[in-house]
C-alpha cells in the first residue's frame, strides 16, 4: 500500500466517519432530562453506511482497514460531544457527563453548571411564573385602557382608513408621555371603538387576557359613550359591556367579573347626573354584576365639589364609589371634600401623602376611614407623577399598614399586566414572595361584591397557596 493511498483513504474515511454517537446516559437516569442540544454526529446506522461506501470507492486493503478503525476508535473517544447530552443541572446526574477529553476547546457549547447569566434567566424566569401563577384580584381597570396590542391590530384591519398605528395607543417600555398626552391617546383609541361589536370584541379580550394572567377576581370600570355614526348609546354600550362579560362566565372562564360605570369629570355635574341614573338601573337589574361607580377623566377638568350631589345621590342608592383622588397634585381641597363622602376606595392618591400645605389633613381622613386605595406604579412612572419606582406611594402606605391594592390602570395604554406590577412593587420594596402573597390575599377584602363571593375567593387563594409555594 503506497504511502498516498493510506494518507488519502486515512483523511478521507475519517472524515466520512464523522462524530460519534450523542450518549444520553443522562436522561437515563434522570426523571426530567433538560432538552436535547441538537444533534452535532451522524447517527450509527448513517455512519456506517458512509463507511461501506468509503470501503467501496477506495478499495481499501486490510491495514487501511485496521487504520480506519483505529483513527475511528481515538476519534470518538476524543470527539464524543458532551453537548449532544440533554443539559441537566441533576446533581445526580453529573456524574454521567463526560468530560471533553484533550485537544483544546471544542467547536461546540460545553455543558457544566449554568454560567451566572444562565442562572440569572432561569431565577428571572420562575419570579415571572410565580407571580403569574399567583392568584390576584384587579380593582383598577379602564376598559378602552385596557385594549392589548393584539386587539388593537384586530380593530384597525377592520378600519384601515383610519391610519392609527400601535405606537399612538401604547406607551412602550422605558416611554414616559405627560398625562394630557395619555388622555388624547384615549381619543384616538375611541376612534376604534365606535361600534357595539367593537365593544363586545375588547371586553371579551381583556378579560381573557386577565384571566390569563392569573386574575380570578376583576371589577372593570368604563364610560358610557354614545356614537352619533354608529347609533351605538350609552344604555347599549352599557350592555354591551355587561354582554362581554355573561359570554366569558358562559365559556367558562376562571374569572369572576364585576362592573363599575364611570362617570368622565370632563362631562360636568350633569352628564353624571344622567350616568348616575342609568348605574342606578343596572345595580337594579344585574344581580350583582354592575356593583358601582367610578370618577375619572382628566383630573385638570371641573372641580370635585361638582360631582359632590350626584356621587352622594349613588351612594345613598347602594352604588359603592371608586374615585380618582389626589391624582395631580394641588388638588387638597376637592379631595377633602370627597373624601367627606366618604368614598369606598380611592384611585392613585399619588398626592395624598405629599407635605405641601393642606396635605396634612387627608392622610388622618383616609386612615380614619380606611378608605383603600388602588395603586397603579407603572400607570404613574409613565405618565410621570411619580419620579421612580422607589419614590412610589405604595411604599408609604404599606410602611404603614393601610389597606392598598395593586392594580394596572390601563395595562393595553402603559404596556403592563397586573403579574408585572406584582413583581415590580416586590423588586423595589424587597418584599418576600409570602409578602405579595399577602398583600394578593388582603386585595379580597377591598372588592366591592358581596361577603359570599369574598369567602369564595378567599377558599379559592388557600387551594391554590400549597402548589406555588411548593
Ligand atoms: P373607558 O372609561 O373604558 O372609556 O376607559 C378610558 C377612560 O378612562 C379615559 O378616557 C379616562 O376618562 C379614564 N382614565 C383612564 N386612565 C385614567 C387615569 O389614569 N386617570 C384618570 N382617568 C383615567
Ligand atoms: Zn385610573
Given amino acids: 500500500m503506497s504511502l498516498f493511498w493510506l494518507s488519502l483513504t486515512h483523511v478521507s474515511l475519517v472524515l466520512l466517519c464523522g462524530g460519534a454517537v450523542p450518549l444520553r446516559l443522562c436522561s437515563a437516569v434522570c426523571p426530567q432530562p433538560g432538552p436535547a442540544a441538537p444533534p452535532v454526529s451522524r447517527p450509527?446506522?448513517?455512519?456506517?453506511?458512509?463507511?461501506?461506501?468509503?470501503?467501496?470507492l477506495n478499495k481499501l486493503d486490510l491495514g487501511a482497514v485496521i487504520e480506519f478503525r483505529l483513527a475511528?476508535?481515538?476519534?470518538?473517544?476524543?470527539?464524543?460531544?458532551?453537548a449532544a447530552e440533554p443539559r441537566c443541572a441533576e446533581p445526580r446526574c453529573a456524574p454521567f457527563r463526560r468530560p471533553a477529553l484533550q485537544g483544546g476547546a471544542p467547536p461546540w457549547p460545553r455543558p457544566g453548571p449554568p454560567s451566572a447569566r444562565t442562572g440569572a434567566v432561569m431565577a428571572a424566569e420562575r419570579e415571572r411564573r410565580f407571580y403569574r401563577e399567583l392568584p390576584k384580584v384587579e380593582l383598577h381597570a379602564h376598559l378602552n385602557g385596557c385594549i392589548s396590542s393584539s386587539t388593537m391590530r384586530k380593530l384597525m384591519a377592520q378600519k384601515p382608513d383610519l391610519q392609527i398605528q400601535?405606537?399612538?395607543t401604547v406607551i412602550d417600555k422605558g416611554k414616559k408621555r405627560t398625562l394630557d398626552e395619555c388622555f388624547q391617546m384615549f381619543q384616538i383609541?375611541?376612534?376604534?371603538?365606535?361600534?357595539?361589536?367593537?365593544?363586545?370584541l375588547i371586553t371579551k379580550?381583556?378579560?381573557?387576557?386577565?384571566?390569563?394572567?392569573g386574575v380570578k377576581y376583576l371589577e372593570l370600570r368604563s364610560t358610557p359613550r354614545e356614537e352619533k355614526s354608529t347609533g351605538m348609546t350609552k344604555r347599549m354600550y352599557v350592555e354591551t359591556v355587561l354582554e362581554g362579560i355573561k359570554q366569558c362566565k358562559e365559556e367558562g372562564l376562571d374569572i369572576d367579573v364585576r362592573l363599575l360605570i364611570a362617570i368622565n369629570r370632563r362631562g360636568g355635574p350633569a352628564v353624571a347626573k344622567q350616568t348616575v341614573k342609568l348605574a342606578e338601573e343596572f345595580l337594579l337589574s344585574t344581580d350583582g354584576v354592575v356593583v358601582g361607580l367610578d370618577l375619572s377623566g382628566d383630573p385638570t377638568a371641573g372641580h370635585g365639589?361638582?360631582?359632590?350631589?350626584?356621587?352622594?345621590?349613588a351612594k345613598k342608592a347602594g352604588l359603592k364609589l371608586a374615585l380618582h383622588l389626589s391624582e395631580i397634585p394641588n388638588q387638597e381641597a376637592e379631595t377633602k371634600i370627597l373624601l367627606g363622602l366618604p368614598p369606598d376606595r380611592i384611585g392613585h392618591g399619588t398626592f395624598l401623602n405629599s407635605a405641601t400645605a393642606g396635605s396634612e389633613e387627608l392622610v388622618p381622613l383616609v386612615r380614619q376611614n380606611h378608605?383603600?386605595?388602588?395603586?397603579?406604579?407603572?400607570?404613574?412612572?409613565?405618565?410621570?407623577?411619580?419620579?421612580?419606582?422607589?419614590?412610589?406611594?405604595?411604599?408609604?402606605?404599606?410602611?404603614?399598614?393601610h389597606p392598598a391594592v395593586l392594580?394596572?390602570?390601563?395595562?393595553?395604554?402603559?404596556?403592563?399586566?397586573?403579574?408585572?406590577?406584582?413583581?415590580?412593587v416586590a423588586k423595589t420594596f424587597n418584599l418576600t414572595r409570602s409578602q405579595m402573597w399577602d398583600l394578593s390575599y388582603e386585595s379580597i377584602n377591598y372588592i366591592f361584591a358581596s361577603n359570599a363571593v369574598k369567602s369564595k375567593l378567599r377558599e379559592q387563594w388557600c387551594k391554590m397557596k400549597p402548589a406555588l409555594f411548593d
Avoid at 450509527?44 to 467501496?56: I, N, P, S, T
Avoid at 481515538?74 to 458532551?82: G, I, M, Q
Wanted: net charge negative.
Fill in 44 to 56: 450509527l446506522e448513517r455512519r456506517g453506511a458512509a463507511v461501506g461506501r468509503a470501503f467501496h
Fill in 407 to 424: 392594580c394596572t390602570d390601563d395595562k393595553g395604554v402603559f404596556a403592563t399586566d397586573l403579574s408585572q406590577e406584582y413583581e415590580l
Fill in 72 to 82: 475511528c476508535a481515538f476519534r470518538e473517544l476524543r470527539e464524543v460531544p458532551v
Fill in 189 to 200: 383609541i375611541y376612534q376604534i371603538t365606535t361600534r357595539t361589536e367593537d365593544i363586545l
Fill in 205 to 213: 379580550d381583556v378579560i381573557k387576557e386577565f384571566a390569563d394572567d
Fill in 166 to 168: 400601535n405606537g399612538m
Fill in 371 to 401: 378608605i383603600p386605595i388602588e395603586l397603579c406604579m407603572t400607570s404613574n412612572i409613565k405618565t410621570q407623577t411619580v419620579p421612580s419606582c422607589d419614590k412610589h406611594h405604595f411604599g408609604y402606605w404599606y410602611s404603614i399598614g
Fill in 305 to 313: 365639589q361638582d360631582f359632590l350631589e350626584p356621587l352622594s345621590e
